[in-house]
């Protein structure tokens, strides 16, 4: 059975710091992983995608990579900025099914 | 790229009370879509996936019960709400293999 957690569940920093979000999975017989961003009280907004033939993705200063033979993700955020605080959430598809299963989340604060 | 509505924003209803939430889609045809619920404090759990008009698939025993009248229609739905239906709902579609999700129904049983 698929299982996603993610480390740490908060985080706390000064504007300006560059970060790394983890998020780990048992199944590593995925197709992609996803990385979405919740503000309080909304919806999720899609991050970035990253699809088992490749090994990361950039959008900005958003970099994910990708190693599923060791089941693990990362989110880095460079130069991060006060509009960066909410939750960042992975999710990866049930074996052979488009239906994700998420993490718990790591819920990010960046202070001026 | 897709658009999906979710409406009401929030609800609050007494227990026992029945329910209706409605999602649409705009900007693709036969999408995949998808119900979950986020409780207060925990992750996002599905609760029905569909792949067309009139499939649905329930996900987890519950209270709950899910239709698709049109294509890009999915309503969520109960005949008496518990305490325990309280929580976030949204509402998903898949574009090629990214899913996509809507603003989301803050719902509270009272």
């Known amino acids: 059975k698929q299982e996603v957690t993610q480390i740490p569940a908060a985080l706390s920093v000064p504007e300006g710091e560059n970060l790394v979000l983890n998020c780990s999975f048992t199944d590593s017989a995925i197709y992609n992983l996803q990385w979405f961003r919740q503000d309080p009280g909304k919806g999720l907004t899609s991050l970035l995608l990253?699809?088992?033939?490749?090994r990361e993705q950039t959008s900005g200063r958003l970099n994910a990579s990708l190693d599923k033979s060791s089941g693990r993700s990362t989110l880095y955020i460079a130069a991060s900025q006060p509009g960066d605080s909410a939750t960042y959430l992975c999710a990866v598809p049930i074996r052979n099914t488009d239906k994700l299963i998420f993490g718990t989340g790591t819920r990010l604060q960046v202070f001026p | 790229s897709q658009t999906i509505h979710q409406w009401p924003a929030t609800l609050v209803q007494p227990v026992g009370s029945p329910l209706s939430l409605e999602c649409t889609v705009e900007g693709t045809s036969n999408p995949n879509l998808y119900w979950y619920r986020q409780a207060a404090g925990r992750g996002l759990q599905l609760l029905f996936y569909?792949?067309?008009?009139?499939?649905i698939s329930s996900e987890v025993p519950q209270n709950l019960s899910a239709s698709r009248p049109q294509d890009r229609q999915f309503i969520l739905s109960s005949k008496k709400l518990l305490l325990s239906d309280s929580g976030f709902y949204l509402c998903?579609?898949?574009?090629?293999?990214?899913?996509?999700f809507g603003p989301g129904t803050r719902l509270t049983v009272t």
């Open positions: 569909s792949v067309g008009i009139g499939q």
């Open positions: 998903a579609s898949l574009d090629t293999y990214e899913q996509y």
């Open positions: 990253i699809q088992s033939s490749q």
